[in-house]
């Protein structure tokens, strides 16, 4: 059974920076493509940003594009994502998600596999 389990997330002053690892276990970690997204209490799931399984490509929301980055250690069953110059507007649920077909996406329904998610905050 494949899980995914985020961790980093936490409280950062405005203008900081936080680091979100997502590690996978059960799976064939290198064939997904592999997604970060965002949701605020009573707001559809948001887009951050998505990578393919051999890491050559990425895709972001354009307004993140700038501060956030994705990466991915195949070895080691973990994606990442980097943000810097947070504001307090990034504060939300992070969730890790999978897709177990080819293709990056930025639709959360066409992601099967979802972590728990790890709450980030930005304080003003």
């Known amino acids: 059974q494949v899980q995914l389990v985020e961790s980093g997330g936490g409280l950062v002053q405005s203008g900081g920076s936080l680091t979100l690892s997502c590690v996978v276990s059960?799976?064939?970690?290198?064939?997904?493509?592999m997604a970060w997204f965002r949701q605020v209490p009573g707001k559809e799931r948001e887009f951050v940003a998505a990578?393919?399984?051999?890491?050559?490509?990425?895709l972001y929301q354009t307004s993140l594009k700038e501060r956030f980055a994705i990466s991915r250690n195949n070895a080691a069953n973990t994606v990442w994502l980097i943000m810097s110059s947070l504001r307090p507007e990034d504060t939300a649920v992070y969730y890790c998600?999978?897709?177990?077909?080819?293709?990056?996406?930025?639709?959360?329904?066409?992601?099967?596999?979802w972590g728990q998610g790890t709450q980030v905050t930005v304080s003003s």
């Open positions: 990578i393919n399984g051999s890491a050559t490509s990425a």
């Open positions: 059960g799976g064939t970690f290198s064939y997904y493509p």
């Open positions: 998600a999978a897709r177990t077909t080819t293709g990056v996406e930025v639709r959360p329904s066409e992601y099967d596999l």
